[in-house]
């Protein structure tokens, strides 16, 4: 089985600062990572993703993420927050050898970013 | 380029009445094709995902069904809406299995 958690439902940063958003991942083999963001009633937009390769991931946005395999770690960062990234996240995981091909979602992360 | 459309976007019905979601893909082919459910604006479940016309494997044993008539097209259904049907139903599609996967926009579904 695998599983996401997101241990913060809430993260506030001031605007100008570096952001963490965290993500803890258990799956029996190796994991595909993703992070999406999603604003009010809108779908989910895709942010990155780590499949293999270099631990550091960069996407959009200005945003990245750094995998740790030993902390089964995936937390999203941007060295300078923007009022404009205020929403809610998510970190996904898919198991690569096994179970249904969807995404298992965390529960999301509200990201506020104050002027 | 891709793009990935539901409708309706917002659908009020009562309790006990049927449930047609529907979801086109276009400028892809045999794309990976999924459902999910998002309650409260939080937590997606993922329902449903096909991999071609006619193959439609479940997650979750529920009210609701889903079927794929064309390669771009996947519909959700219920012949008696619940209370608990309820939320923000999301589809999504992909390259392929470890793909990153697009999303809809979504349809927001209050049970009466």
């Known amino acids: 089985a695998q599983s996401v958690a997101q241990p913060e439902d809430q993260v506030n940063v001031a605007e100008g600062n570096p952001l963490t958003v965290k993500c803890t991942y258990s799956?029996?083999?190796?994991?595909?990572l993703f992070w999406y963001v999603q604003y009010p009633n809108r779908g989910l937009q895709f942010l990155l993703k780590y499949i293999t390769g270099d631990n550091l991931v960069k996407g959009s946005y200005g945003f990245e993420a750094e995998f740790n395999k030993s902390q089964t770690s995936f937390h999203l960062k941007k060295p300078s927050a923007l009022v404009s990234d205020s929403a809610l996240y998510f970190c996904a995981v898919r198991d690569m050898w096994g179970g249904a091909d969807g995404l298992t979602f965390g529960k999301g992360t509200h990201l506020i970013i104050q002027p | 380029s891709q793009t990935i459309h539901q409708w309706p976007a917002t659908l009020v019905q009562p309790v006990g009445s049927p449930l047609s979601l529907e979801c086109t893909v276009e400028?892809?082919?045999?794309?990976?094709l999924y459902w999910y459910r998002q309650a409260a604006g939080r937590g997606l479940q993922l329902l449903f995902y096909?991999?071609?016309?006619?193959?439609i494997s479940s997650e979750v044993p529920q009210n609701l069904s889903a079927s794929r008539p064309q390669d771009r097209q996947f519909i959700l259904s219920s012949k008696k809406l619940l209370l608990s049907d309820s939320g923000f139903y999301l589809c999504?599609?992909?390259?392929?299995?470890?793909?990153?996967?697009?999303f809809g926009p979504g349809t927001r579904l209050t049970v009466l």
């Open positions: 799956v029996s083999g190796n994991p595909y």
């Open positions: 096909s991999v071609g016309i006619g193959q």
């Open positions: 999504a599609w992909s390259m392929g299995q470890g793909h990153e996967q697009f």
């Open positions: 400028g892809t082919s045999n794309p990976n």
